[in-house]
T-cell receptor, first 114, second 113 residues
């Protein structure tokens, strides 16, 4: 079983729709949760960073963490064509090997249709 | 604040040749990561440094890959000899400490033919 599971998509939604992206994880030691956006041929760009359970909002983006269910989500409101990218979830904390590292999901490819 | 710098951006080599990538992290960032991202997949950690010490290199193919971080700043990742399956984007990232957000460079796209 992978430590972090993410539906690879692809996901296509019309402009203006609400987008929901999700990841599940198995390592209960993960404490820090991140969402990255990656455009084609670019490096990942940090979008949201949260610690432990709860919600965090930044403009049109909301990150949600549910540690009891080992489930994190990213919501995008009023989606725009410029939001078309691959979205990667990432998390860190003490790994199964006893040290700390950043572990990524496989990424969800999102397309916003004008 | 300058971001993470990587070079070269693109590299094409033949199998069994050697190649090296360079990374300059954000100034003051103690933690440096090298990730391998194969097309259609998420980044996979190859090696993680804290200053100039290795924190995690459990997924680094040590028979062909090596990395160093001299003086706890710049880092180089080397592959010798390269295989076809090494074709990927090699991403460098840095963070100010363990368990804080990591910032990525643009990556080096390696094609092995």
């Amino acid at each position: 079983q992978k430590e972090v599971e993410q539906d690879p998509g692809p996901l296509s939604v019309p402009e203006g729709a609400i987008v929901s992206l999700n990841c599940t994880y198995s390592n209960s030691a993960f404490q820090y949760f991140m969402w990255y956006r990656q455009y084609s041929r670019k490096g990942p760009e940090l979008l949201m960073y949260t610690y432990s359970s709860g919600n965090k909002e930044d403009g049109r983006f909301t990150a949600q963490v549910d540690k009891s269910s080992k489930y994190i989500s990213l919501f995008i409101r009023d989606s725009q064509p410029s939001d078309s990218a691959t979205y990667l979830c990432a998390m860190s904390g003490v790994s199964n090997f006893g040290n700390e590292k950043l572990t990524f999901g496989t990424g969800t490819r999102l397309t916003i249709i004008p | 604040e300058a971001g993470v710098a990587q070079s070269p951006r693109y590299k094409i080599i033949e199998k069994r040749q050697s190649v090296a990538f360079w990374c300059n992290p954000i100034s003051g960032h103690a933690t440096l990561y090298w990730y391998q991202q194969i097309l259609g997949q998420g980044p996979k950690l190859l090696i993680q440094f804290q200053n100039n010490g290795v924190v995690d290199d459990s997924q680094l193919p040590k028979d062909r890959f090596s990395a160093e971080r001299l003086k706890g700043v710049d880092s180089t990742l080397k592959i010798q000899p390269a295989k076809l399956e090494d074709s990927a984007v090699y991403l460098c990232a840095s963070s100010s400490s363990l368990n804080t957000e990591a910032f990525f460079g643009q990556g080096t796209r390696l094609t092995v033919v």
